[in-house]
């Protein structure tokens, strides 16, 4: 896929949304056997955008200590 999934600091419904529609436009030719490696591979773009949005969060709760 040619974009990159953004998601907000606050995880909003929209965010849900985007990533359902994301998913099956990903999704939405592949056969059953694809979609199983597809949804059953680590994504480690996923992972690393998880881990500096953590990151971002833990910093803004120190700043308010």
Do not use: G, W
């Amino acid at each position: 896929m040619a974009h990159t999934l953004e998601i907000s600091p606050d995880f909003t419904i929209e965010d849900i949304h985007r990533i359902r529609e994301y998913n099956y436009e990903a999704t939405k030719h592949m056969t059953v056997a694809e979609k199983l490696h597809y949804y059953n591979t680590p994504r480690t773009d996923a992972e690393e955008q998880i881990e500096r949005l953590r990151v971002k969060r833990k910093n803004v709760d120190l700043t308010n200590v």
